[in-house]
């Protein structure tokens, strides 16, 4: 009904946004600047998600997060008050491991970002390190001339590190100069919105990294459909009747222009509202897979349009 016509539905009829809502079966999430932010949750959203599901709809979340495990996750969802099923959690790395599993891995991965990601990847079968090679006192040339790589080490994944030092960054460039060590990431978002605020995400990193190995990674989270798991074979999600709910056009967006699903953008402390405006005007047609088709301020607005009939339009 709006594909990529950045419609603001709080602009539009409401008995037209109440039908588009009515035709959907499933929605999916994302849980930073939708959901929540780090441990805030956004006022509203609560309610919102459990109307959609009180409904009858499907909802999903699904997330690049590396910070926590998807059982952490799971239990953040529901402490704050969403009444989502475990099996209803999807994130980066069950793409990881299903990606690893495909190419029957078995070496190590070094893991640069939190400890649920590499939780995840031991529990699914993989070897997950972390460098703890420090320079100590020497300074940064000795440090890479007398480092010693693991030659079992086959993969650096990158993630989100809130707490990466500069000696994991050198550690996993060398590790890269082997065109036989892949080389992953969870996601290209450059940088996590709070408030007016901004903390690097997985996206900076991995730049930063491409930059010094002159190599792309393989992004395996969003806009990776491989985060869905069987979901989309198995028949169980219908593209036309699939919503994604993001606030990045690079991540969430395209993820839903991928997967042919449609797309309401959430938010405007990213900058995605105004960037989305400016591709739509200027017409770039090799950008236009960027433009979401809708936007609200935030997910709270839902709850008016769930409970209109869209028999009546009342």
Known sequence: ??????????K???AKVAEWLAGIDTIICRTDGVLWQENVLIEGSVEAFNAIISKGKRCLIATNESCLTNKDLFHKAKGLGFNVKEQDILSSSGAVSSYLSDRKFKKKVLVLGGDGIRKDLEEAGFCSVVNDLE???????DFVRTLVLDPDVGAVLVARDDNMKANELL?????????KVLFLTTGIDGFQPFGKKRIPDAGSLANAIEIIVLRKPTVLGKPNPRILGNLMKSG?????KTLVIGNSLR?????????G???????????????AEKIKKDGNEKKMKLVPDAFLSSLAPLMEYLCISVKSGK
């Open 1 to 10: 009904m709006f594909r990529r016509s950045l419609s603001h539905l709080d």
């Open 12 to 14: 539009l009829p409401k």
């Open 135 to 141: 320079p100590n006192d020497q300074e940064k040339i």
């Open 171 to 179: 550690v996993a460039c060398n590790y890269l100069q082997s065109p």
């Open 236 to 240: 169980e999600m219908k593209p036309e």
């Open 251 to 259: 991540t969430d967006i395209l993820f839903a222009s991928i997967c």
């Open 261 to 275: 699903f449609q797309s309401l953008l959430v938010g405007c402390d990213s900058g995605a509202l105004e960037e």
